[in-house]
């Protein structure tokens, strides 16, 4: 190694590179996931927020050594 401002005795150096535009994939992927979480026609939550709803509850009643009941 000669000179490392000029790279004589360096060889040759190139760089490559490789954009894209991965908005159209985040947005669908956005989409999946209200899709999993509410009911299209009618917007209500479905099963799948009730589960998760329930269980964070569940865990915060654990947390904190409270009981409750819980109807499903």
Same mark, same amino acid.
């Given at each position: 190694m000669k000179d490392l401002i000029t790279g004589e005795g360096l060889g040759s150096i190139s760089f490559s590179s490789n954009i894209r535009d991965?908005?159209?994939?985040?947005?669908?992927?956005e989409?999946?996931?209200?899709?999993?979480?509410? &009911?299209? =026609? !009618?917007?209500?939550?479905?099963?799948?927020?009730?589960? &998760?709803? =329930? !269980?964070?509850?569940?865990?915060?009643?654990?947390?904190s050594a409270e009981h409750r009941n819980y109807v499903y």
């Open positions: 991965i908005s159209e994939r985040k947005q669908a992927e989409k999946i996931m209200k899709l999993c979480i509410m &009911d299209p =026609l !009618t917007r209500f939550s479905n099963r799948f927020l009730l589960n &998760d709803r =329930l !269980t964070q509850a569940i865990d915060q009643v654990d947390e």
